[in-house]
């Protein structure tokens, strides 16, 4: 028996038990996410096995990869709009997301790509652009739920900030905006404890495929602090968006 062949045995009989942990798990702690579960461990399944089908195609050009990166914008900018629906609901929210999802993943690629710091093929592109748009897509969804919760909880402070004549963003950045850096924590964290907590993927792969352990490190600090900035501009185009919007009655939002 092969190796790989052994590894995919025991993935078929490790995974749904691992599936089963996390859904005992959400339903003790009444967490309401037992269905989640389920449905997003299925859809990467199947997810993952399209996509190791369609990267193929995506990796044999740049046009390629850059429409696969677009696609991966798309999805991101849905499934961050749909998590802040779930507070409440701003027209023009898939925009939002697009813009700070978008924004702060194309400025980072950008300064890493033009300069030559990743190198410019599919094959260094590819998987640089899902890592950063994965960021913003988080610290997009982190803030937009954060902002909205705090505005619906301190709606009356917000209230009273527009009475004594403060416009609409700077009210709602008084009240909201404070929250908005508790979407940059993940990051930050995974940061500061890369190498003591955590050993990353970039840097593992790199070391076990025969890269020097300073390059991987390199590499891995690249990958780090471009998550950080394109977290950090994600969040700051999402906190002024949403604060120019037309904000719905901070008493319909949920908690």
């Not at 802040?84 to 890493?112: D, E, K, S, W």
């Not at 919760?149 to 527009?162: I, N, V, W």
Request: proline content about 5%.
């Amino acid at each position: 028996m092969s190796h790989d062949t052994g590894l995919g045995i025991a993935a078929v009989v490790v995974l749904p038990l691992l599936v089963a942990i996390a859904v005992v798990g959400s339903r003790l702690a009444s967490l309401r996410h037992d269905k989640g579960i389920v449905t997003a461990a299925l859809r990467a399944l199947v997810q993952l096995a399209v996509v190791g089908a369609v990267v193929g195609f995506a990796l044999k050009s740049i046009w390629g990869t850059l429409a696969f990166i677009l696609m991966m914008m798309t999805i991101a900018t849905i499934t961050s709009a749909r998590r802040i629906r779930h507070v409440a609901v701003v027209p023009g929210q898939y925009a939002y997301c697009a813009a700070a999802i978008g924004g702060g993943a194309a400025v980072v690629l950008l300064l890493l790509v033009l300069p030559g710091v990743v190198p410019r093929n599919p094959g260094s592109i590819l998987p640089m652009g899902g890592i950063v748009v994965g960021g913003a897509m988080n610290a997009t969804t982190l803030a937009g739920r954060r902002l909205l919760s705090e505005y619906g909880g301190r709606f009356g402070e917000f209230e009273a900030g527009l009475s004594i004549g403060l416009l609409q963003p700077d009210a709602f950045k008084l009240v909201a905006g404070p929250v908005a850096g508790d979407a940059l924590l993940p990051a930050l964290d995974q940061t500061r404890t890369v190498g003591l907590v955590t050993l990353p993927g970039a840097f593992v792969g790199m070391v076990l495929g025969g890269a020097s352990p300073t390059a991987a490190a390199a590499l891995q600090l690249v990958v780090l602090i471009g998550l950080l900035a394109a977290g950090s501009i994600a969040i700051l185009v999402t906190t002024e968006l949403l604060a120019r919007s037309s904000l719905p009655d901070g008493r319909t939002v949920s908690s």
